[in-house]
C-alpha cells in the first residue's frame, strides 16, 4: 500500500490527492518516537513519544483551491516525518477537501465550510462534503478528547481569500458566546503576519466555530493573502506563518512580544447579509478588495427588488459572493472597533 512511501518520502499530499476517498488507515513510529496515525484521506496525527500538555490542530483545503495553507501544512508533514523537526506537542493535520483540490475549486458540491455544527445533517441532502464534513467533526473530537481532560486546545483553520484584500492577512475570532477574547491569541496571530481580526457576533457553521464552541479551543480562521494555483504562491510571503506555527508544535511555550493597541487592527461584524432571490447582485466591481469601506446610504446591491445599502459611514464589505446558494451569506459588513479590556 502507501505506507512504504509515506515513510520513505513524508509526501502525505500526494497520498490524499491520489485517493480522494476512504485512504485506508495505518499506523508506524518515527526513530524519535513519534506515533504517526493516518487516520483518513487528508487526516494525520502525531504524537510525540512525551507529549506536552497542548493539542494543535491545522486545518487547510476546506477550500480545495486554497493552495498556499496546503503548501505550509505539507511542508510541516514532511518535515516532521524526516525529523527534520521534533514535536513536543500533538498536532492533528487535515487537508479538508482532497476531491476539490484536484478540480482546483472551491468546492465540489457545497461550501464545506458551512456544514460543521451539524449542518451537515440538516435539509436531507447528501453529498461528499456533508458526508466529510461529519467525519471531520468526529476526528477533531476524538483528537481533542483522546488525550484526557484539562489540556490546552487550539484549531487553526488556513484559508486565502478569493479576492484581494486591503488588509492582505487577516483572522476570524469566532463568536465567543461571552468568554473574554485573548491578547496572547491577537500575539499569536502577529507573529504569523496577521494584523487584522475580525470578531464574529453570532454562531456559524465553520470549522473553527466548531471547535471553538464544542471543545473550548482557541480557534480562527486565517486568510493568509489570495487564492493562487499550486506553484503561483510565494511562499516567503507565508514565512512568518509557518516559522510560528512550527514553534507551536515543537516548543514547550513560545513567547511573544508585548501587544500595544496599535499592533493590531480590530473589526467587528456589523451585520451578515444572506442572499434570497435569484436576482442577486452587489454594485461594486468583482475586484474591489475586502475591507473596502463605504458612505453611509451608498448602494451595495440588489437582492430582488430590494435595495441593499451602507447603513453607517464607513461600513466595510468582507467575504462578497453573489453566487452563494439561495439563503447562505452573501456577505459580512465590518465596522473598526478598538482593543478593550474584554480581552485578557
Known amino acids: 500500500m502507501y ?6 518520502t513524508g509526501d502525505f499530499l500526494s497520498i490524499t490527492r491520489e485517493n480522494e476517498f476512504n485512504l485506508p488507515p495505518e499506523q508506524f513510529t518515527l526513530d524519535n518516537g513519534t506515533i504517526v496515525k493516518v487516520l483518513d484521506t487528508g487526516v494525520i496525527e502525531f504524537t510525540p513519544a512525551r507529549y506536552g500538555d497542548k493539542d494543535f490542530v491545522f486545518s487547510s483545503a476546506v477550500h480545495g483551491n486554497e493552495t498556499a495553507p496546503i503548501e505550509i501544512c505539507d ?80 484549531h487553526y483553520d488556513l484559508h486565502t481569500a478569493i479576492r484581494d484584500s486591503k488588509n492582505e492577512k487577516f ?5 465567543l458566546h461571552g468568554k473574554p477574547h485573548k491578547r496572547e491569541q491577537l500575539q499569536f496571530l502577529l507573529s504569523c503576519g496577521v494584523q487584522t481580526v475580525l470578531l464574529m457576533s453570532e454562531p456559524a457553521s465553520t470549522f473553527s466555530y466548531f471547535s471553538s464552541r464544542h471543545f473550548d479551543a482557541d480557534a480562527f480562521t486565517i486568510e493568509l493573502g489570495k487564492v493562487r494555483p499550486f506553484g503561483d504562491n510565494d511562499m516567503s510571503r507565508f514565512a512568518k506563518a509557518k516559522a510560528t506555527l512550527e514553534a507551536l ?53 440588489h437582492d430582488g ?17 453573489a453566487k452563494v446558494a439561495l439563503g447562505q451569506r452573501a456577505l459580512l459588513t465590518v465596522v473598526p472597533t478598538k482593543l478593550t479590556d474584554e480581552f485578557i
Open 171 to 175: 483572522a476570524v475570532y469566532p463568536f
Open 75 to 154: 511542508q510541516l508533514i514532511q518535515a516532521i516525518i524526516a525529523e527534520h523537526i521534533t514535536l513536543t506537542h500533538r498536532v492533528l493535520f487535515i487537508f479538508g477537501n482532497p476531491k476539490s483540490i484536484n478540480i482546483g475549486q472551491r468546492f465540489v458540491d457545497e461550501n464545506l465550510n458551512r456544514l460543521f455544527c451539524g449542518k451537515h445533517s440538516e435539509g436531507g441532502v447528501d453529498n461528499p462534503e456533508r458526508q466529510r464534513a461529519k467525519k471531520l467533526e468526529h476526528y477533531v473530537e476524538q483528537f481533542f478528547t483522546m488525550a484526557g481532560q484539562g489540556r490546552y486546545r487550539a
Open 3 to 8: 505506507l512504504q512511501r509515506l515513510k520513505e
Open 249 to 301: 508544535i515543537t516548543q514547550a511555550t513560545v513567547t511573544y512580544p508585548e501587544l500595544h493597541a496599535d499592533d493590531v487592527e480590530l473589526f467587528s461584524v456589523y451585520r451578515t447579509i444572506n442572499r434570497h432571490h435569484e436576482d442577486f447582485s452587489f454594485t461594486f466591481a468583482d475586484d474591489v478588495p475586502n475591507f473596502t469601506g463605504f458612505a453611509k446610504g451608498e448602494l451595495l446591491g
Open 305 to 321: 427588488e430590494q435595495e441593499i445599502r451602507a447603513e453607517v459611514e464607513g461600513e466595510a464589505i468582507i467575504f462578497p459572493n
